[in-house]
C-alpha cells in the first residue's frame, strides 16, 4: 500500500540551529498536509501544499512540495525551545501519516 | 480548547471489559475519524464517518465497534482488547471528508489493556 516516509526520526538541535525534515512518498501524492504534536499533546494542523513547486511560510517555517508532488519538506530557521515536538506529514486523498520527525531543542 | 473533546482522558480496562471512548466535535464538521497512535509507529487510520455513514473501515479487529450516531458524536466501543491495543485513540472531525480537509484532533483517550 501506499507509503509516506519521514526523515529524520529524531533531531536535537542547539537553540538558534535550523531543523528541516522530510517527507517522501513513491506515488505522486494530490496534496501533502503537516501537523505538529507537542509532547503530551494532539497533532494540530500547520498547513496544506496542493500544487507542484509550493512553498509557503508561516513565519520561521518554510513548507515546500517538490515538482513532482512526490516529496515535501519543512525547514525551521532559528529554533526555539517552543519549536519542540513531533512534526508529521500526512499526504494524499487518504490522508497517509509519517511516523514523524521528533525535534528536541536545548537552550 | 480544540472545538473536538473526547472522554474519558485516560482508561485502564482488563481484557475481558467493555468499555467506550466518546467524541464531540463542536465545529458543524461533516467528517469524523478514529485514529490510533502507537509508539514508535504512524498514526493509523481506523473508521471515518461522512455524514454519519461510515465510509471506510481499514481491516480493523472487530473488537472495536465504532458508532455515530448524529454528525456531532462519534463513540468508540471497546471489548474484549487485547494488550497490544493499548495506545492512544484520537478523535478528528473535518468540513470535509478527508484529503483535503484540515483535520482538528481531540486531546485523545489514552488506554491501558491490562
Known amino acids: 500500500g501506499q507509503q509516506v516516509m519521514q526523515i529524520p526520526q529524531y533531531q536535537h538541535v542547539q537553540e538558534g540551529e535550523d531543523f528541516t525534515t522530510y517527507c517522501n512518498s513513491s506515488?505522486?501524492?494530490?496534496?501533502i498536509q503537516w501537523y505538529k504534536q507537542r509532547p503530551g499533546g494532539h497533532p494540530v494542523f500547520l498547513i496544506q501544499?496542493?500544487?507542484?513547486?509550493e512553498v509557503k511560510k508561516q513565519k520561521r517555517l518554510t513548507f515546500q512540495f517538490g515538482e513532482a508532488k512526490k516529496n515535501s519538506s519543512l525547514h525551521i530557521t532559528a529554533t526555539q525551545t517552543t519549536d519542540v515536538g513531533t512534526y508529521f506529514c500526512a499526504g494524499g486523498t487518504a490522508l497517509i501519516f509519517g511516523k514523524g520527525t521528533t525535534l528536541s531543542v536545548s537552550s | 480548547e480544540t472545538g473536538v473533546t473526547q472522554t474519558p482522558r485516560h482508561l485502564v480496562m482488563g481484557m475481558t471489559n467493555k468499555k467506550s471512548l466518546k467524541c464531540e466535535q463542536h465545529l458543524g464538521h461533516n467528517a469524523m475519524y478514529w485514529y490510533k497512535q502507537s509508539a514508535k509507529k504512524p498514526l493509523e487510520l481506523m473508521f471515518v464517518?461522512?455524514?454519519?455513514?461510515?465510509?471506510e473501515n481499514n481491516s480493523v479487529p472487530s473488537r472495536f465497534s465504532p458508532e455515530c450516531p448524529n454528525s456531532s458524536h462519534l463513540f468508540l466501543h471497546l471489548h474484549t482488547l487485547q494488550p497490544e491495543d493499548s495506545a492512544l485513540y484520537l478523535c478528528a472531525s473535518s468540513q470535509v471528508r478527508q484529503g483535503f480537509g484540515e483535520l482538528f484532533f481531540g486531546e485523545g483517550s489514552r488506554l491501558t489493556v491490562l
Open positions: 501544499l496542493v500544487k507542484s513547486g
Open positions: 464517518y461522512s455524514l454519519e455513514e461510515r465510509v
Open positions: 506515488t505522486t501524492l494530490s496534496n
